[in-house]
C-alpha cells in the first residue's frame, strides 16, 4: 500500500494538473523531457478493409519520464498546448515521422505513408508550413507520403484561417484526414470549405457498433459515413477491437480501419514486422 501511495502521488494526477505548483512542475518537466529526449513515437498500422493491407502509418507520441513512467498524451498535451512547448514537441514528432518513414520506404515499403496528429495549436501558428516542408526536406520523404491529421474541432475555431493553411498544406502535395470526427458539430455545409482527404470515425462510436448494442453509434457511423461517401472522402474507423466491428464498416463501405485488431501503437521495430513483406522478397 505504501508504494501505491507513492506511485499515485508521483503521477500526474488531474488533480494536480488542477493545483499550480503541480502545474509548474509538468511545465519544467515538458522542457526538461525536450531537451533530455525523454520524447519517442510509437506507430499504429491503418489497414485497408478491403485487401487486409497496412497503408499507412499513424504516428503517437510518447513520454517516458524517468521517475514518473509513462504519461499518456492525454495527460500532458493540453498542457503542452497550453504553455506553448507543443510548438517544439510537434516538430520533434514531424521530424521524426518523416524520417522514420522514409527510412521504411528505402527499406522494402517504397509505398508506405505517414500519418502526423498536428494540434490546433499548430494549425494556427505561423511557421507551420515552413516547418513542415524543413521535415520533409531534411528526411526526403515526398510530401504525397504524407498525412496530416487535424481534429474537427480545431478546424472550427477560426475556419478561414484553417481553410487558408490546408489550401497551403495541400498544395505541396500533403493529404489531410479530419481526427476525431463525429464528436464535433461539423455540417456538410463546413465540411466542404476544407480541402480535406479523409475523415476519422472517432473510436467512441466504433466502439459500440456490435450486436445492436449501440443504435446511436450506428447513426452516427452510418452519418459519418454517408457524409464521407457525398464528398468523396475516405473514412477511416479508429479504435476497431472485434472482426464484428470491422465487417459492420467494410458492409457499409469504410475504406479504411485501425485498431488493436490489427496491431497496438508499437515502438518502430516491432510495428516494421506488420507492414507485410518486403518488396522484392
Ligand atoms: P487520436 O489521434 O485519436 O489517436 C487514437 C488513440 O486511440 C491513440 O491513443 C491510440 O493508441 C488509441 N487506440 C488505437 N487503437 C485503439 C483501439 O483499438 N482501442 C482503443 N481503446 N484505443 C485505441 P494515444 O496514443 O493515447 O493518443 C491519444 C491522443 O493524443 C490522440 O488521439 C491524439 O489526439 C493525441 N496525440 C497522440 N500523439 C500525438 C502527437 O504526436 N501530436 C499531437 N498533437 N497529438 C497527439
Ligand atoms: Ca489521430
Ligand atoms: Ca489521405
Ligand atoms: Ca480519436
Known sequence: AKSDHRRQFRSYEPVMLANHTALKQLDHDLEKGLKEGQFTLHYQPKIDLQTGLVVSVEALLRWHHPDRGNVPPDMFIPR???????????????????????????????????????????????????????????????????????????LMQDMDTAVSVLRQLVELGISLSVDDFGTGYSSLAYLRRFPVDALKLDKRFVQDLEAGAGEEAETVAEAVLAMARSLSLICVAEGVETPAQAAWLKERGCQQAQGYLYGRPLPPEQCEKLLGPQAGS
Open 80 to 154: 503542452a498546448e497550453a504553455n506553448g512547448t507543443i510548438i517544439e514537441i510537434g516538430d520533434y514528432v514531424l521530424r521524426e515521422a518523416c524520417r522514420q518513414a522514409q527510412h521504411w520506404r528505402e527499406h522494402g515499403h517504397p509505398t508506405l505513408t505517414m500519418a502526423v496528429n498536428l494540434s490546433t495549436v499548430q494549425v494556427y501558428q505561423a511557421d507551420l508550413l515552413e516547418r513542415v516542408k524543413q521535415a520533409l526536406t531534411q528526411s526526403g520523404l515526398p510530401a504525397e507520403a504524407l498525412e496530416l491529421e487535424l481534429t474537427e474541432s480545431g
